[in-house]
């Protein structure tokens, strides 16, 4: 299966910081996926990004295939912005493969 | 108000008991899944189902029974559990398999 790492695995920010979590994958990929998890356990979508750059409020992505790697901006981050971000990825026809997250920490 | 919808969200068993997961997607998507998710671990792909034909079956225990009988609907039946079951189990939907995927709110299975 297709390898897919986190960095960093654990982040602790003070209210108002900017951060940037990055996924790196191990073969080509043509879907990818950021989420958050809430503290109640929900997977919620942040980003359908298998190529270019979104954005999306206070949030913003970037996926560079060719170099098989997508980064994940936040900025001005929250309390609420607090839990853990997966990326996930996958090729045609097969299984989505997630990363063990980064545990993100905002502090007021 | 999301639109995929897992119950119970919360669940105590014990070893020797049956119980099912429900799992309801508003969506109109034609694939569903089943995920675990255990501490400190990625999320494990469990069933994967198409049109309500079951397409992939990640070497699960027995013990997991799934049932899908219709596309918007998927259950997971549970009997004889172990504790090293317990974990946080995930229902997804995607418009078509393995494309993009929205998640329930999970349910938090303890095996006592």
């Known amino acids: 299966g297709i390898q897919v790492e986190q960095s960093p695995p654990d982040l602790i920010l003070q209210e108002g910081a900017n951060s940037t979590l990055r996924c790196n994958f191990s073969d080509s990929v043509n879907n990818l996926q950021w989420f958050h998890q809430n503290p109640w356990g929900q997977l919620i979508n942040l980003f359908y990004?298998?190529?270019g750059t979104k954005q999306n409020g206070r949030l913003s992505a970037t996926t560079v295939a060719t170099e098989r790697y997508s980064l994940l901006y936040i900025s001005s981050s929250q309390t609420t912005d607090s839990g853990v971000y997966f990326c996930?990825?996958?090729?045609?026809?097969?299984?989505?493969?997630f990363g063990t997250g980064t545990s993100l920490t905002v502090i007021p | 108000e999301t639109g995929v919808t897992q119950t119970p969200r919360h669940l105590v068993m014990g070893m020797t008991n049956k119980k099912s997961l429900k799992c309801e997607q508003h969506l109109g998507h034609n694939a569903m899944y089943w995920y675990k998710q255990s501490a400190k671990k990625p999320l494990e792909l469990m069933f994967v189902y198409s049109l309500e034909e079951r397409v992939e079956n990640n070497s699960v225990p027995s013990r997991f029974s799934p049932e899908c009988p219709n596309s918007s609907h998927l259950f997971l039946h549970l009997h004889t559990l172990q504790p090293e079951d317990s974990a946080l189990y995930l229902c997804?939907?995607?418009?078509?398999?393995?494309?993009?995927?929205?998640f329930g709110q999970g349910t938090r299975l303890t095996v006592v």
């Open positions: 996930a990825v996958s090729n045609t026809g097969n299984q989505f493969y």
């Open positions: 990004i298998p190529s």
């Open positions: 997804a939907s995607s418009p078509g398999v393995y494309t993009e995927a929205f």
